[in-house]
């Protein structure tokens, strides 16, 4: 086959439907019932949980200790300067 005569058996296939996510196999399925069962499904397809978002620092109980004041030399002149 030449080239010219795959392009057109790709092309149909690509253009051709997938076959179908859900198929009713009951006859007697209401659309409400099956409003309810895609909801079901479409909730349980979502996967993993979200991450959480970063905590922020700002607000985080730790912030709220004082440091440990060193002893020895120098720690007099140590306590006044930034960290």
């Known amino acids: 086959m030449s ?4 392009a057109p058996a790709e ?10 996510l859900l198929r009713v196999v009951n006859p007697d399925a209401t ?7 895609v909801a079901v499904l479409s909730a ?3 996967g993993a949980a979200p991450a959480p ?3 922020s ?8 200790l004082r ?3 060193g002893s020895g030399p120098g720690a007099w002149r140590a306590s006044g300067l930034p960290r």
């Open 53 to 55: 978002a970063p905590r």
């Open 67 to 69: 440091g440990a004041h």
């Open 57 to 64: 620092q700002w607000a985080a109980p730790a912030r709220r």
């Open 44 to 46: 349980l397809g979502s």
């Open 11 to 20: 092309a149909a296939e690509a253009a051709a439907p997938a076959a179908p």
């Open 31 to 37: 659309p409400e019932e099956i409003a309810a069962i």
């Open 3 to 6: 080239g010219e005569e795959q």
